[in-house]
């Protein structure tokens, strides 16, 4: 499964958000063959 470690770069790459996580957004995205899904992984900045 293809995981992002920001929101911006899923939404620039063409996802849209479905649903928050415990750690970050389940996104996805439309293609040819149907939905496909992605996690957006968030990072927490020091």
Do not use: N
Not at 7 to 36: F, K
């Amino acid at each position: 499964m293809l995981v992002f470690h920001s929101l911006p770069d899923a939404i620039r790459a063409g996802y849209q958000i479905v649903e928050p996580t415990s750690s970050g957004y389940l996104v996805r995205i439309r293609t040819t063959g149907g939905w496909a899904l992605a996690l957006v992984e968030l990072r927490p900045s020091f």
